[in-house]
T-cell receptor, first 113, second 113 residues
Framework: AQSVTQLDSHVSVSEGTPVLLRCNYS??????LFWYVQHPNKGLQLLLK??????LVKGINGFEAEFKKSETSFHLTKPSAHMSDAAEYFC???????????FGKGTRLHILP | NAGVTQTPKFQVLKTGQSMTLQCAQD?????MSWYRQDPGMGLRLIHY???????DQGEVPNGYNVSRSTTEDFPLRLLSAAPSQTSVYFC????????????FGEGSRLTVL
């Protein structure tokens, strides 16, 4: 069975400081992993994806994530937060062979001035 | 390409009324799906389709019907609206290359009084 756990429902950081949003997954097979961002009253936009190539994945707006199989983690990071990063972030695990796509419950990122 | 288009963006219904949320994509994607988003719950899959003429239930299908007569369209029908169906609904599609990346519409906010 597949599952995904976002370890924090809310994260607050000051502008200019690093961002860490944590995601752990469980999957019986090699999964594809994704991070999506949702700004207020908007749809979801893909930030980055891991599909069994390089374990360090770079995405848009300076975000990156590292796939760590031994820790079953796919944490999202950014070196320096910007006010425009305030949004909700979703970690997603996908297994194509049987159309299983599982969303985490989301982490709301707050940026303090 | 317009991508994934959802209509209407906003709708208010009375309990017991029926309505259809429309979803259309012009990217020739095989896989289409409907999610609902509620605070603290992440996105939950209602119904999905892996191709024209094929539909299947997701995690929360009760109270909703779908059909897939063409590749482009995937309408979601509420047969008898209930206050518990107040939510934001997202339509999403996946391309034939099937990497698992979802392409989302902008969402439809439904309120049932």
């Amino acid at each position: 069975a597949q599952s995904v756990t976002q370890l924090d429902s809310h994260v607050s950081v000051s502008e200019g400081t690093p961002v860490l949003l944590r995601c752990n997954y469980s999957s019986s097979y090699s999964p594809s992993l994704f991070w999506y961002v949702q700004h207020p009253n908007k749809g979801l936009q893909l930030l980055l994806k891991y599909t069994s190539a390089a374990t360090l994945v770079k995405g848009i707006n300076g975000f990156e994530a590292e796939f760590k199989k031994s820790e079953t983690s796919f944490h999202l990071t950014k070196p320096s937060a910007h006010m425009s990063d305030a949004a909700e972030y979703f970690c997603v695990v996908s297994r194509i062979r049987d159309d299983k796509i599982i969303f985490g419950k989301g982490t709301r990122l707050h940026i303090l001035p | 390409n317009a991508g994934v288009t959802q209509t209407p963006k906003f709708q208010v219904l009375k309990t017991g009324q029926s309505m259809t949320l429309q979803c259309a994509q012009d990217m020739n994607h095989e896989y289409m799906s409907w999610y609902r988003q509620d605070p603290g719950m992440g996105l939950r899959l209602i119904h999905y389709s892996v191709g024209a003429g094929i539909t299947d239930q997701g995690e929360v299908p009760n109270g909703y019907n779908v059909s897939r007569s063409t590749t482009e369209d995937f309408p979601l029908r509420l047969l008898s609206a209930a206050p518990s169906q107040t939510s934001v609904y997202f339509c999403a599609s996946i391309p034939r290359s099937n990497t698992g990346e979802l392409f989302f519409g902008e969402g439809s906010r439904l309120t049932v009084l």
